[in-house]
């Protein structure tokens, strides 16, 4: 077996490659049913945040989730997240010593100064709840755990590391108690190769197409947004729908506009309630079809009145052809043939 070589630039892509297909992994969660994710940002957090003169101030963001709200003031859960890989040796632990390791002449560009800083500058802007993750392929030492763990619960810690955590994060003791409680250094990960049939595995559930060229669609977007042009830009539920459906707006995949008028008197029908009694029992999705004029549009006005009733909400799709082929030809002041 040839023995590969992780250095220089070929090295150093195996790391991007890895925060690709983690950071795909994570807006794909945006598709989960009744999913608290909101948005996701790549190489940064996606908006306008304060920061102080020192451009590099939040260079370890690499990735950030909002919960709740993708607006920093409404969100109710922040994750910041610095991504970390190592192809050639990803047996080797975090250790104190690496977290605390800076190659910076001037001032402090270690894991933990970044984590700190990014942590320290969303926590003094938003009342989110704020967690802070280190997530990579290798695994960290267990003396590290412990330690930021008795930090989180203002525990006695051996003074010489007291130190040197303190010293590497540059936060007072109260501030670097909260940076410990949100610390999560559990999120190892497997590797890359990992992760990307993790992915392939997940298209595969929900798509018939060749899940992988839906994977190279999602990872083109994806690697624009880490461009420096994006990076006041989030990637939203409705972006990654339109990059599966292979569109480039959402006026391209829906032209026309909805031409429907819900009926104002309904004559009630024994079949609205069996539809509503049945979707109560779990069934999340009924497709109504049949000839013209037959009532599937007042059925199904009838269905979300009668649940709207008990508490319970539902979502309808409705879809006219001749309705769809009237407006489009409009549109276009030509035949065309739509379905």
């Not at 429907?260 to 109560?280: C, G, K, M, W, Y």
């Amino acid at each position: 077996m040839p023995i590969v070589d992780y250095r220089a630039a070929r090295g150093a892509l195996t790391g991007t490659n890895f925060h690709e297909l983690w950071a795909v992994l994570q807006a794909l969660r945006l598709l989960e049913p009744g999913t608290e994710l909101a948005a996701v940002s790549v190489e940064g957090f996606g908006q306008a945040v304060k920061h102080s003169d020192d451009a590099a101030e939040y260079d370890g963001v690499d990735c950030t989730l909002y919960f709740g709200s993708s607006d920093l003031k409404d969100a109710k859960r922040v994750e910041i997240v610095q991504l970390k890989y190592s192809g050639s040796d990803p047996s080797s632990k975090w250790t104190t010593a690496r977290l605390t390791a800076t190659d910076k002449k001037k001032g402090n560009n270690s894991v933990l100064r970044r984590l700190a800083t990014a942590f320290r500058g969303i926590a003094s802007q938003s009342s989110a709840r704020v967690a802070v993750r280190l997530v990579s392929n290798q695994p960290v030492a267990q003396t590290v755990v412990n330690a930021f763990g008795r930090l989180a619960r203002s525990l006695k810690v051996p003074q010489a590391l007291r130190t040197e955590i303190r010293s590497a994060t540059g936060l007072s003791d109260n501030l670097l108690a909260r940076f410990s409680e949100s610390l999560d250094l559990s999120s190892q990960t497997g590797s890359r190769f990992q992760l990307e049939d993790a992915l392939l595995l997940e298209i595969s559930r929900w798509i018939d197409a060749d899940a992988r060229a839906i994977l190279d669609q999602l990872l083109a977007y994806l690697r624009k947004q880490m461009l420096p042009e994006a990076a006041q830009r989030l990637i939203l539920r409705e972006n990654i729908l339109l990059t599966i459906a292979g569109s480039a707006s959402a006026e391209s995949l829906f032209p026309c506009p909805s031409d429907f008028s819900s009926p104002t008197r309904i004559i009630p029908r024994s079949a609205a309630n069996q539809l509503a009694e049945l979707l109560a029992t779990g069934v999340q999705r009924v497709c109504l079809h049949g000839g013209a004029g037959c009532g599937k549009t007042a059925l199904q006005d009838t269905v979300k009145r009668c649940r709207g009733s008990r508490g319970r909400s539902t979502s309808s799709i409705g879809l006219d052809r001749s309705s769809f082929h009237r407006t489009a030809c409009r549109n276009a002041e030509k035949r065309t043939a739509c379905i």
